[in-house]
């Protein structure tokens, strides 16, 4: 699996585990929803700023959410 595959899933794995929607994972890093949606559709990836926010946000590391390591 690619590492884009990789982030688009982890990122929708992680939302829903942390019971957000769509619009609210998107709010918490100061992004549009559709922006976030193209994320987990795998139509776009994050630039480093955002990419690091969602980081943040979710308590992972960036390693983890870029499907370089699997551990959190």
Same mark, same amino acid.
């Given at each position: 699996?690619?590492?884009?595959?990789?982030?688009? =899933?982890?990122?929708?794995? $992680?939302?829903?585990?942390?019971?957000?929607?769509?619009?609210?994972?998107?709010?918490? +890093?100061?992004?549009?929803?559709?922006?976030?949606?193209?994320? =987990?559709?795998?139509?776009? $990836?994050p630039?480093?700023?955002?990419?690091?926010?969602l980081a943040?946000?979710?308590? +992972?590391?960036?390693?983890?959410?870029?499907?370089?390591?699997? =551990?959190?």
């Open positions: 699996m690619d590492h884009k595959t990789i982030f688009k =899933e982890r990122l929708r794995t $992680l939302r829903k585990e942390a019971g957000e929607t769509q619009a609210q994972a998107a709010a918490a +890093v100061n992004i549009g929803e559709s922006h976030y949606q193209k994320f =987990e559709l795998g139509s776009n $990836l630039n480093f700023v955002n990419l690091i926010a943040d946000h979710f308590d +992972v590391s960036l390693d983890y959410l870029t499907g370089r390591i699997d =551990e959190r």
